[in-house]
């Protein structure tokens, strides 16, 4: 077992079983003794694999001995397996025809980082966010009832999903549904208690076996003619199973609740499961593994070998200036500490994004004003509306692509009533390997349609410090986006100093085109109009716009060309159209944003050379916009 990061293989392991599987019908074909070898081989290629390409990587690990149950037991892909978020199924993929893929996962035209419906029959629902799995395949089980069809249907949740409402919502609709299906609880320390070994393991046996479910349903028919012996019946049943296993709630809304059991002893895995397949109705299994299960560190850290980075052929020593420069989200983190030592009011809400919002210090320093939701995203925002009601000064860490899970909230109990309600929006724009589930594509033209929204996008770390002071010491809901990463490298002033609220700058002055920025496209904008001598304004807020100077720009230019990493429809640019239009001013515009598609996953730079969001993307287009309204360019390439 390997020890170290360094110890993840950098050569391709021997996998021959392994690389004899390219479809599940081979599979069903091996022995169970071939199948204890397939599962090391399979933990063994993952290991390498995700070192070549980067990735998540903890919960594959501890999936591997169920994932190969499952494809054993069903029948894929015509039974219907549904993963839950998709940090679980890199094993999934490997074992589906795509393994020698797998060197791809994340690049550009590559595989996918989830389970996606256009990369495999296998993939029966594509994800990214949490939580969905129990209502997509409840619809898949009721759509299979109402054809008629002989299909049995499975959802994997865990790794913290079940902290979402939305399974809850789906458990409790069982119920009335009745679907034929199965819910296996992956319970790796990120969901609900531990209690797992060989009595729970041997009573899971019994309960799922064919003989006690045969038993229990004739026992409800002699019982029936007795209520009060069937109700005396009925609740020692519950008070046994409730005394061995914490399965009492799931019971309460209509699922046969089997588990726990060792999610890595593959034998008991394949006898539960065939057992359960055989059930109707819904059925609920719980299994207990481990994250990063077979490698060492990620046991012992599980939050931070969630993800990796792929593995380097050689070390590469940092440079300083890189090395010095924090991320925008160590930016907000620092921001965070700062503005809570200097304003009690202040607290910090996150839904499960403690790292990745880097909350971490604040969380230390200032823990009880720290509140980690889960991933309850529609939580975290009207629990911040109830603070703010009560004097408090809520900031919600949250990246892009999760506050639209919040949408609702974000309108009804914050906007609408107007509270002091701080967005610190991470993961703005395009993310990257994680694709277009993950990208902050839509925040700006989604926020700015909401009366009494304050909307910025900083151009570098030091606006983005202001901007949240700013926010923050606004009264009313404010909203600070910015992108993942890096950003040019400015000095930051650490003074807790704000900006006056819808006030833009011009920050190269130049003739014929002005270009206006929105957000940390400003470099590339700045590199474009050298080329061109063109004007560039940071325009530093979407709403309020700065119309004096949009008026400005528009008196003493032939073109005006809005540049955003925000869907172009709806977003600051469609601002800047709005307000011309409704003054009456006719002037040559052209807005320079995401486009009208999903962009796939590939790495940043690549994302914004395809969106023509690059410095040289965006000159091209508007040496273009200029020759088409006869408008020569000052300066040639």
């Known amino acids: 077992m390997p020890s170290t990061f360094h110890d993840i293989p950098r050569e391709r392991p021997s996998t021959p079983l392994l690389d004899s599987i390219d479809d599940t019908a081979t599979l069903r074909r091996l022995d169970e003794a071939s199948l204890l070898v397939l599962a090391d081989e399979l933990r063994a290629f993952l290991l390498w694999s995700v070192g070549q390409t980067g990735g998540h990587f903890g919960a594959g690990l501890g999936v591997i001995e169920l994932t190969v149950a499952l494809h054993y037991v069903y029948n894929t892909p015509a039974d219907r397996l549904v993963w839950d978020v998709g940090h679980q199924a890199y094993p999934h993929k490997i074992l589906t025809g795509r393994r020698e893929q797998m060197k791809t996962l994340r690049q550009k035209d590559g595989l996918a980082a989830f389970p996606r419906r256009s990369e495999s029959p296998y993939d029966t629902f594509g994800v990214g966010h949490s939580s969905t799995s129990i209502s997509a395949a409840m619809g898949m089980a009721v759509a299979a009832r109402l054809r008629g069809l002989d299909q049995r249907t499975v959802a994997v949740i865990g790794d913290g999903a079940l902290t979402a409402g939305m399974a809850f919502e789906a458990l409790n609709h069982a119920s009335d549904v009745e679907p034929d299906m199965l819910v296996v609880l992956n319970d790796n320390d990120m969901s609900i208690s531990r209690n797992v070994g060989g009595l729970s393991n041997y009573l899971a046996k019994i309960l799922s076996s064919r003989t006690y479910s045969h038993m229990r349903e004739g026992s409800k028919k002699v019982l029936s003619k007795i209520p009060q012996a069937w109700e005396l019946a009925r609740r020692t049943e519950e008070h046994a199973k409730g005394m061995l296993v914490p399965g009492t709630?799931?019971?309460?809304?209509?699922?046969?609740?089997?588990?726990?059991?060792?999610?890595?002893?593959?034998?008991?895995?394949?006898?539960?499961?065939?057992?359960?397949?055989?059930?109707?109705?819904?059925?609920?299994?719980?299994?207990?593994?481990?994250?990063?299960?077979?490698?060492?560190?990620?046991?012992?850290?599980?939050?931070?070998?969630?993800?990796?980075?792929?593995?380097?052929?050689?070390?590469?020593?940092?440079?300083?200036?890189?090395?010095?420069?924090?991320?925008?989200?160590?930016?907000?983190?620092?921001?965070?500490?700062?503005?809570?030592?200097?304003?009690?009011?202040?607290?910090?809400?996150?839904?499960?994004?403690?790292?990745?919002?880097?909350?971490?210090?604040?969380?230390?320093?200032?823990?009880?004003?720290?509140?980690?939701?889960?991933?309850?995203?529609?939580?975290?925002?009207?629990?911040?509306?109830?603070?703010?009601?009560?004097?408090?000064?809520?900031?919600?860490?949250?990246?892009?692509?999760?506050?639209?899970?919040?949408?609702?909230?974000?309108?009804?109990?914050?906007?609408?009533?107007?509270?002091?309600?701080?967005?610190?929006?991470?993961?703005?724009?395009?993310?990257?390997?994680?694709?277009?589930?993950?990208?902050?594509?839509?925040?700006?033209?989604?926020?700015?349609?909401?009366?009494?929204?304050?909307?910025?996008?900083?151009?570098?770390?030091?606006?983005?410090?202001?901007?949240?002071?700013?926010?923050?010491?606004?009264?009313?809901?404010?909203?600070?986006?910015?992108?993942?990463?890096?950003?040019?490298?400015?000095?930051?002033?650490?003074?807790?100093?704000?900006?006056?609220?819808?006030?833009?700058?011009?920050?190269?002055?130049?003739?014929?085109v002005a270009i206006l920025c929105f957000g940390t496209l400003h470099a590339n904008a700045l590199t474009a109009a050298a080329s061109l001598?063109?004007?560039?304004?940071?325009?530093?807020?979407?709403?309020?716009?700065?119309?004096?100077?949009?008026?400005?720009?528009?008196?003493?230019?032939?073109?005006?060309?809005?540049?955003?990493?925000?869907?172009?429809?709806?977003?600051?640019?469609?601002?800047?159209?709005?307000?011309?239009?409704?003054?009456?001013?006719?002037?040559?515009?052209?807005?320079?944003?995401?486009?009208?598609?999903?962009?796939?996953?590939?790495?940043?730079?690549?994302?914004?050379?395809?969106?023509?969001?690059?410095?040289?993307?965006?000159?091209?287009?508007?040496?273009?916009?200029?020759?088409?309204?006869?408008?020569?360019?000052?300066?040639?390439?």
């Not at 860490?397 to 639209?404: D, E, M, V």
């Not at 949408?407 to 109990?413: F, M, N, W």
């Not at 807790?496 to 700058?505: A, C, H, M, N």
Request: charged share 20%.
């Open 249 to 512: 709630m799931f019971e309460e809304l209509g699922w046969n609740y089997i588990g726990p059991i060792d999610g890595h002893d593959l034998p008991t895995l394949i006898t539960t499961l065939a057992n359960m397949r055989k059930l109707k109705g819904p059925q609920l299994l719980h299994v207990i593994t481990q994250k990063g299960r077979g490698f060492s560190p990620a046991e012992a850290d599980p939050i931070g070998y969630h993800a990796i980075t792929k593995l380097e052929p050689k070390p590469v020593a940092a440079t300083s200036t890189s090395a010095s420069k924090p991320k925008f989200s160590n930016v907000f983190g620092q921001w965070l500490c700062d503005m809570a030592a200097h304003d009690k009011r202040l607290v910090g809400i996150t839904p499960a994004m403690k790292e990745g919002s880097d909350l971490i210090a604040f969380s230390e320093r200032f823990p009880d004003r720290y509140f980690d939701v889960a991933i309850a995203e529609q939580h975290a925002v009207t629990l911040a509306a109830g603070m703010a009601c009560e004097g408090m000064k809520p900031v919600v860490a949250i990246y892009s692509t999760f506050l639209q899970r919040a949408y609702d909230q974000l309108v009804h109990d914050v906007a609408v009533q107007n509270l002091d309600v701080l967005f610190a929006i991470d993961r703005a724009g395009l993310v990257g390997e994680d694709g277009p589930t993950h990208a902050g594509s839509f925040d700006l033209s989604y926020l700015r349609c909401l009366p009494n929204m304050v909307i910025m996008a900083p151009a570098d770390e030091n606006e983005t410090r202001q901007m949240l002071s700013t926010g923050f010491l606004f009264s009313g809901p404010a909203a600070v986006r910015y992108p993942r990463g890096t950003g040019p490298g400015v000095a930051i002033d650490p003074a807790l100093e704000s900006l006056p609220i819808g006030k833009g700058v011009i920050t190269r002055q130049g003739r014929s």
């Open 533 to 637: 001598d063109a004007t560039v304004a940071n325009m530093r807020f979407v709403k309020p716009l700065d119309t004096d100077l949009v008026r400005q720009l528009a008196e003493q230019h032939d073109l005006l060309v809005t540049v955003e990493e925000n869907a172009v429809m709806g977003g600051a640019g469609s601002a800047v159209n709005e307000w011309l239009l409704a003054e009456g001013i006719s002037k040559p515009v052209l807005n320079l944003g995401l486009p009208d598609v999903y962009v796939e996953h590939a790495k940043p730079s690549e994302m914004l050379v395809e969106c023509g969001l690059d410095a040289a993307g965006i000159e091209r287009s508007i040496r273009t916009r200029l020759a088409s309204i006869g408008k020569p360019a000052i300066k040639q390439a």
